[in-house]
């Protein structure tokens, strides 16, 4: 009896693990294509009203999202509410192929340089670029630190006398706040141009993270301590998204986007499961709070990366960098 219940339960983790990678590998293929396809949708002077709107969208849907799936799993039961999002997929990808758009002819597949030579030609070009390489090392900073806390706020949550599903309501704040960053996206690109809109929101996502660590007290006032925190890194988030992909896609020339978005998504979200793997050793060797306290810092110093950079100096916007 132990043993088939054991053979069950490899059995299960086995399909889960592959469930996660398979989805994993949709999820990043989807996003890739999405900021790929972007500029070619839109005229490139108007990519910061697009992601903007794109920005307002996601933080819509992470506001609403959650509070939706509990109501179709209280009515519904589980398995149909994963059905009807799953048949939200499908949906969106028909509505996706109704979209028409004149788009030049792909290259013969004899002609292509192949999968190496085009992730080469990617690193390439980002190595070589002084604006999207050090862009690349504060996003791939900021995943490796996220990944850390990504890991143990739950339980951290859990020290500090608040129930799991308070993460629910940080999530929220943060796309509250969200919501007033995509509002103010266009103005600030004028402001202050999109290389310090990068600099900017990545200062803003690590002087939100201190305050995990200096959450204390009761949990009330621990919790509205962590609420504060993430309608800075809330805002800051979007800040940064807006500047950060925006500059970027104007940066690269069409016939690299690709190459450089999939090889900085790789190179950016490779370090995220490391950073998980990273906050559970320090958790188990420092404790939780000085493991959330080393995210929290690597996160205020990624700034760096771009901070010293050409992104601090000139005002750069769409027009000077296309």
């Not at 592959?18 to 999820?27: E, G, P, V």
């Not at 016939?255 to 998980?276: I, K, Q």
């Given at each position: ?162 129930p799991a599903t308070f993460v ?36 803003l996502i690590g002087v939100g ?114």
């Open positions: 009896m132990n043993d088939q219940s054991e053979q069950e339960r490899s059995s299960n983790l086995w399909r889960h693990t592959n469930f996660l990678r398979f989805w994993s590998a949709n999820i990043i293929s989807d996003f890739g294509s999405g900021i790929t396809f972007l500029p070619g949708l839109i005229s490139r002077d108007n990519l910061v009203e697009g992601y903007s709107k794109l920005s307002a969208s996601n933080s819509a849907i992470e506001l609403s999202g959650p509070a939706l799936a509990a109501t179709l799993i209280e009515l519904l039961t589980a398995p149909i509410a994963l059905v009807i999002d799953a048949a939200s997929f499908l949906l969106s990808s028909v509505l996706l192929g109704t979209m028409k758009l004149d788009e030049p002819a792909p290259q013969p597949v004899a002609e292509r340089p192949s999968t190496w030579q085009q992730i080469r030609q990617g690193l390439s070009f980002i190595r070589h670029h002084t604006q999207l390489k050090p862009m690349l090392l504060n996003n791939s900073s900021m995943q490796l630190f996220g990944g850390i806390i990504d890991a143990l706020l739950i339980i951290y949550l859990l020290q500090l006398g608040l629910g309501v940080i999530f929220a704040v943060g796309s509250v706040a969200g919501l007033a960053a995509a509002a103010w996206g266009r103005r600030a690109a004028r402001r202050f141009g999109l290389g310090r809109m990068v600099v900017l929101g990545s200062l993270a201190l305050a995990r660590p200096l959450a204390f007290g009761t949990p009330w006032l621990a919790g509205a301590i962590l609420l504060l925190g993430q309608t800075v890194s809330g805002f800051g988030n979007t800040v940064y998204d807006i500047g950060y992909y925006s500059l970027a896609q104007s940066l690269t020339p069409d016939e690299l986007l690709g190459r450089v978005n999939a090889t900085g998504l790789f190179v950016s979200f490779g370090a995220l499961p490391l950073g998980a793997l990273l906050g559970g050793v320090l958790g188990e060797l420092f404790g939780l709070r000085t493991a959330v306290a080393i995210s929290s810092i690597g996160l205020l110093l990624s700034v760096l990366w771009v901070y010293f950079s050409p992104l601090r100096y000139p005002k750069i916007s769409l027009s000077e960098s296309v």
